[in-house]
T-cell receptor, first 110, second 116 residues
Framework: GEDVEQSLFLSVREGDSSVINCTYTDSSSTYLYWYKQEPGAGLQLLTYIFSNMDMKQDQRLTVLLNKKDKHLSLRIADTQTGDSAIYFCAEKLEDDKIIFGKGTRLHILP | DAGVIQSPRHEVTEMGQEVTLRCKPISGHNSLFWYRQTMMRGLELLIYFNNNVPIDDSGMPEDRFSAKMPNASFSTLKIQPSEPRDSAVYFC??????????????FGAGSRLTVL
């Protein structure tokens, strides 16, 4: 079946790197996404990666995709207080359905 | 563009009442998704439309839930009768779907529903 799994919480010290992990089950996924949700708001796209790529970098964000293990990660370099939010992993299936994980709440320690 | 517009932002109602949530997608977008967010279940896909046609409603929890998209600029999600377990934040999202593209979703701010 279709499922996206993420750990629910992550605490990181300000200035360190944050790594948020995600696993998915459907091998037909064509795109994988990372969205960010701040309190009281909807989700906003951070970045996405096509399934035939294994890495994408965008400023402080690095996405790694291991298609064999169905594992996706998001690395945030030099984590800042403004990065505190819930981060959602999502996959686009062949029928255009987009399903999300439960989200990882990132907490920044001073 | 003002983005995806959802109304109401907050709704408090009593069990048994009918609830209608509304969504105006981004002009020109041809796909629309309804999601429900709760602490326990995360973000669940309820239904999605392509070109105003419902494609997959397998996530709609029960017959009490129904969704319509009468035209490209408006969609509703109706719950009748509502129950306390329907309390959640309901998100609408739209995208421009084309070929094998990324289909990036733009989310509305959500409608927070509380059923007493």
């Amino acid at each position: 079946g279709e499922d996206v799994e993420q750990s629910l919480f992550l605490s990181v010290r300000e200035g360190d790197s944050s790594v948020i992990n995600c696993t998915y089950t459907d091998s037909s996924s064509t795109y994988l996404y990372w969205y960010k949700q701040e309190p009281g708001a909807g989700l906003q796209l951070l970045t996405y990666i096509f399934s035939n790529m294994d890495m994408k970098q965008d400023q402080r964000l690095t996405v790694l995709l291991n298609k064999k293990d169905k594992h996706l990660s998001l690395r945030i370099a030099d984590t800042q207080t403004g990065d505190s939010a819930i981060y959602f992993c999502a996959e686009k299936l062949e029928d255009d359905k987009i399903i999300f994980g439960k989200g990882t709440r990132l907490h920044i320690l001073p | 563009d003002a983005g995806v517009i959802q109304s109401p932002r907050h709704e408090v109602t009593e069990m048994g009442q009918e609830v209608t949530l509304r969504c105006k997608p981004i002009s020109g977008h041809n796909s629309l998704f309804w999601y429900r967010q709760t602490m326990m279940r995360g973000l669940e896909l309820l239904i999605y439309f392509n070109n105003n046609v419902p494609i997959d409603d397998s996530g709609m929890p029960e017959d009490r839930f129904s969704a319509k998209m009468p035209n490209a600029s408006f969609s509703t999600l109706k719950i009748q009768p509502s129950e306390p377990r329907d309390s959640a934040v309901y998100f609408c999202a739209s995208s421009l779907r084309g070929g094998s593209g990324a289909n990036v979703l733009t989310f509305g701010a959500g409608s927070r529903l509380t059923v007493l």
